[in-house]
């Protein structure tokens, strides 16, 4: 495997179900991010990881969890959802640190149906 | 107010014609860096290139250009010689600061490029 991977990429749950997602890079990478892209809305930063500690949290509410248990690896856990949580979630991840020019790189995302 | 303004909701190209992707950003930080990238009907955001506050010359990655204008604030994409392959949501994006807790890439809405033969 190379670059960004997540699963799963499709998923359908309900408003009561509980799900994980899961992202892994094999770049090397110190920072890793999710983002939420919504039909017709630029994409929203949810939340950064830094060398495994949490850096920023977007005002995101309580029933999406993430959790980095390594540098390599980054779950967004999620618990009753709304249905206008549907979206595609998209994780990133770069070099970490200060410079303007880190450059992130995507996964192939996951898209959420709510129901 | 939006820190990334892209203009074209859509725009059309033919096959091996070159296409301009309008791009405007504000921000006070002296230190910055531009990005786009690409998302076909996959889902997956591909990098295509960067330019930083300082370069004096514009970005270059082979088709792909970046006129950089620093005094108008805009960073438009220029994708030359359009293949079929190109057709997809294009995304510019920029990073502000240089403070070690300032991870934000701040997107704009996109535009849709569609080529056709």
């Known amino acids: 495997e190379t670059g960004v991977t997540q699963t799963p990429r499709h998923l359908v749950m309900g408003m009561t179900n509980k799900k994980s997602l899961k992202c892994e890079q094999h770049?090397?990478?110190?920072?890793m991010y999710w983002y939420k892209q919504s039909a017709k809305k630029p994409l929203e930063l949810m939340f950064v990881?830094?060398?495994?500690?949490?850096?920023e949290n977007n005002s995101v509410p309580s029933r999406f969890s993430p959790e980095c248990p390594n540098s390599s690896h980054l779950f967004l856990h999620l618990h009753t959802l709304q249905p206008e949580d549907s979206a595609l979630y998209l994780c990133?991840?770069?070099?970490?640190?200060?410079?303007?020019?880190?450059?992130?790189?995507f996964g192939p995302g996951t898209r959420l149906l709510v129901l | 107010a939006q820190k990334i303004t892209q203009t074209q909701p859509g725009m059309f190209v033919q096959e091996k014609e070159a296409v301009t992707l309008d791009c405007t950003y504000d921000t006070s930080d002296q230190s910055y860096g531009l990005f786009w990238y690409k998302q076909p009907s996959s889902g997956e955001m591909i990098f295509l290139i960067y330019q930083g506050s300082y370069d004096e010359q514009n970005a270059t990655e082979g088709r792909y250009s970046l006129n950089f204008q620093k005094a108008r604030k805009s960073a438009n994409l220029v994708i030359s010689a359009s293949q079929l392959g190109d057709s997809a949501m294009y995304f510019c994006a920029m990073r502000e600061g240089l403070s070690y807790n300032t991870d934000k890439l701040i997107f704009g809405t996109g535009t849709r490029l569609q080529v056709f033969p």
């Open positions: 990133a991840s770069s070099q970490g640190g200060a410079a303007p020019l880190e450059t992130q790189y």
């Open positions: 990881y830094n060398f495994k500690e949490q850096t």
């Open positions: 770049l090397g990478h110190n920072a």
